[in-house]
């Protein structure tokens, strides 16, 4: 996610953060840089004309701080007004009171509304509230199955109007039942079309009158750039929507219509889909999509992927052997344990760059291939459980045994072993700096 922007980004700030001392031309050129990137990325040209001039008037205007070099101190205030861009503080649905809240979910054909209705359904679900999802494009029979089917993965129920029927009264018939069924939330999935047209807007306009929703939501496919901005406006001019939804974000979209889909319509971006999954739908915080984007990680973002994919139980299993607490040995099953814990919250290449300044670091073979996860689980599994559990008893017949139930060479199996070996002798260190630190009040691992 922003990547690409991400990079050139970087490399434009650098001349001006390695710099002791900046004068206006020195900022005004570094600042043209930028601007160059920028468009680039697709991000509409009034608002990287008034984004610039904000970054200029501040950085010629503010007084330099003795504690911070010149260079950072643009890179903040470059951060702050990315930030701006986003919107004003993290996005919230309104959705509350003692009957059911809508949210209208629209947007044309193909642009992931429906599926990214459901992944909102589990996002809210797993907030306390409790949702139901309404079939309202009538149009296409595989959006009704498509939505049955997600809600029944996310574990939600659906109300689903018939093949060609009127749209307008399955939503006014799906309210009735959410409020009757004691429902918090009703997300309503609307028709799309390849474009816009006067009879979606006519469809989408009475569903909105028959429905009073409390938020409609605009779903945006980022990977089609500055068209998906005119297309947020003329919904915005026919609906009046209250928020954007970008997906595909995890794709090779430049990031320009992220950056100006708000300061063009003047409505935040609430959510942004990072990937296929059905819990891969994150808030769209100003502060730390602004962090990503320059390189500084996200580490909330971390935490919240953590608490979403890890079992809690496991986890603190896996903390009470890694510590050596307990009595336990941390074994290769644990390993795998863990390694699939770690698979659920994502792309190890996207986990990466949500740790501050590990998105900078060059990954040994270039990248991290998701085969390789594949490879050393297949490694594992081959082993008995006593190997698992001891594997100083892997001599060379029980490798090759190995080897040849995983279908992978004897010297992947010789590797993973040595990375667990190097893995329990670094526990063993951070046991410990631990050991040493009790005692200490106030120290994380102080006692």
Request: hydrophobic fraction near 45%.
């Amino acid at each position: 996610m922003f990547d690409e922007l991400g990079s050139r980004l970087d490399a434009a700030l650098k001349k001006l953060r390695e710099r002791g001392v900046l004068t206006e031309p020195m900022i005004k050129d570094g600042l043209r840089e930028v601007r160059r990137v920028l468009l680039e990325a697709d991000v509409n040209f009034q608002v990287t004309r008034d984004f610039l001039e904000r970054v200029q008037q501040r950085a010629l205007g503010e007084a330099v701080l003795k504690a911070v070099s010149p260079g950072q101190q643009i890179v903040k205030i470059v951060h702050d007004e990315l930030a701006r861009l986003f919107g004003e503080g993290r996005p919230t649905l309104a959705v509350h009171g003692t009957r059911a809240s809508v949210v209208l979910m629209v947007g044309l054909q193909g642009s992931g509304k429906t599926t990214t209705a459901a992944k909102l359904a589990r996002r809210i679900g797993r907030g306390g509230a409790k949702p139901m999802l309404a079939a309202c494009d009538l149009q296409r029979p595989a959006a009704i199955d498509q939505l049955r089917t997600l809600g029944g993965q996310v574990g939600v129920p659906v109300v689903a109007g018939e093949f060609g029927a009127d749209p307008v009264a399955a939503a006014r018939r799906a309210k009735d039942e959410a409020n009757a069924g004691g429902f918090s939330v009703l997300i309503v999935d609307t028709a799309g079309r390849l474009q816009i047209d006067d009879r979606l807007m006519e469809e989408l306009t009475a569903i909105k009158k028959a429905v009073e929703p409390s938020e409609i939501l605009f779903v945006a496919d980022a990977m089609t750039g500055q068209e998906a901005v005119t297309i947020a406006q003329g919904f915005d001019q026919a609906l009046g929507i209250t928020g954007v939804i970008m997906t595909k974000m995890d794709g090779d979209a430049r990031g320009g219509a992220a950056l100006s889909i708000r300061g063009v319509t003047g409505k935040p971006i609430k959510f942004i889909g990072v990937g296929e999954g059905m819990d891969d739908l994150e808030p769209a915080d100003p502060e730390r999509l602004a962090g990503r984007i320059l390189q500084m990680g996200d580490v909330v973002g971390l935490v919240e992927r953590a608490q979403v994919a890890m079992d809690q139980e496991e986890q603190a299993k896996l903390e009470a052997k890694m510590l050596g607490k307990g009595g336990g040995r941390f074994t290769l099953e644990d390993f795998l344990v863990a390694m699939r814990q770690v698979q659920r919250m994502g792309p190890l290449e996207q986990l990466l760059k949500m740790i501050p300044g590990a998105g900078k670091l060059k990954i040994p073979g270039g990248s991290v291939d998701p085969k390789r996860f594949k490879h050393v689980e297949a490694i594992i599994l081959s082993m008995t459980p006593e190997e698992r559990r001891k594997p100083d008893l892997l001599n060379s017949s029980r490798k090759m045994r190995v080897a040849k139930g995983s279908g992978r060479p004897v010297a992947e199996v010789n590797r993973l072993l040595k990375q667990f070996k190097e893995m329990e002798a670094f526990m063993k260190q951070m046991r410990g700096m631990m050991g040493g630190m009790k005692g200490m009040k106030g120290l994380p691992f102080g006692s």
